[in-house]
């Protein structure tokens, strides 16, 4: 942790996790749950911001806040008193840069005039607001409640209270859901104009969560369907302007990430798609929390109570935790390029970390022919000094970005299964 305060980036990011929400969707796969006792809200905010001052206690105070992540479960539906504590004592602790985006994952069933209103007064400026989809059928078959403004009025008084950048996320390959059904959904997010939206795929895992296994008696569509919901959402928000980001992430022409994308200064953490300028090195706190530093990783324990328990005793509740050894860095960052740019520039890379251009490829035991069938189907150019993967090519550019991995070797014709 000390280490870091000599690394890259010097800028902090900071994700808090609340770990609650007042009801279970079955199609969730997040470290959530209810909280089994009338006092474990309050003891584990008590244990957060015990977690937080040890840390903190560790972080050189001149290293400025760029970027905080409210997630969860459902942040927004803690006693509000505590959202409020928590974040005068992250200002109590850190130094907070002007322009930094405070963010939280709110559902939309919880979210009234009153919590706009406080979320900005203590400095939030960006909100994800979990939709899902806008169908009482749909969110009926997930257990889930719908939002409990209209749409129209929850964004008329976030863009009122100067959010100045809305996201809206959406799932597809629910129960229920008919290409129709998904079609209106996103007629309807465009209707509202988000900065950004999100189309996740639904990632059925019953062995993480049981009650998914309702989901499949209801019945859910096939690998086909979802591709074309996939197909559909996709063609829908680039007609109409929005940008794609990475395979499912969308974002306005105008948006931070769209110009970031152009500049080829996007990025990615544990968080989400974010900008090179605001991302620090993430230091996580509460239960499942992961840290992101320059060299090393580290995962809070994930069950709730435990984590109480381990910060009540140590101040600290580190599960596990990984160093970064230096040649793991560079492939981080050459993946990191190719992922969410489409973009590597082997003599540029290599500077960052002393190398020549050759010394780079080696390193990665890259060579050109990992690449032809991505050159065959006209999804990237390849030159002397780097790649510039194109459009088509980003919806396959995992299998791209493994071409740069030293682990693994590409197999001829492995991409068009794993779209
Ligand atoms: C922590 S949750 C969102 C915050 C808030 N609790 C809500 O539901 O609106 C983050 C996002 O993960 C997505 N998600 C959750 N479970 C998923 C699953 N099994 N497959 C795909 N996306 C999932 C949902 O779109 C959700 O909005
Ligand atoms: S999707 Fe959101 S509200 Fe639903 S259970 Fe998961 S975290 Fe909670």
Known sequence: MLDSNHEQPHNISIYIHIPFCPRLCHFCGCNTGIAKEKNHIERYVRALIREIRTVSALIDKNRPVTQVHWGGGTPNSIPFEYIEEIMAMLKDEFLFSPKAEVAMECSPAYLTHDHIDMLTRVGFNRISLGVQDFHAEVLQAVNRLSSL??????????????????????????????????????????????????????????????????????????????????????????????????????????????????????????????????????????????????????????????????????????????????????????????????????KETASQFGLTADELKSALRFSPEKLDEFIEDDLLELNDNGIQVNRQGMLVVRNIAMAFDPQLDVKQGMYSKTI
């Not at 209707?191 to 989901?215: C, G, I, Q």
């Open 149 to 346: 403004l209209p749409m129209e009025e929850l964004f008329a008084h976030l863009r009122a209270n100067h959010f100045n950048s809305i996201n809206i996320d959406l799932i597809y390959g629910l129960p229920r859901q008919t290409p129709e059904i998904f079609a209106d959904n996103i007629t309807q997010a465009l209707a509202l104009s988000p900065d950004r939206l999100v189309t996740f795929s639904y990632a059925h895992v019953p062995w993480v969560n049981k009650a998914m296994e309702k989901l499949e008696k209801i019945g859910l569509p096939t690998t086909e369907e979802k591709f074309h919901l996939f197909e559909m959402a996709y063609g829908m928000l680039i007609s109409n302007g929005y940008v794609p980001i990475g395979l499912d992430h969308y974002a306005k022409p105008t948006d931070d990430l769209a110009v970031a994308l152009q500049e080829h200064k996007l990025h990615r953490n544990f968080q989400g798609y974010c900008t090179r300028e605001t991302t620090g090195q993430v230091y996580a706190f509460g239960s499942s929390g992961i840290s992101q530093l320059w060299n090393a990783y580290s995962q809070n324990i994930k069950n709730y109570e435990q984590y109480i328990e381990a910060v009540e005793n140590k101040g600290m509740a580190i599960e596990r935790g990984y160093h970064l050894k230096p040649e793991e860095i560079m492939v981080r960052e050459v993946i990191n390029a190719v992922m969410c740019n489409g973009v590597l520039d082997f």
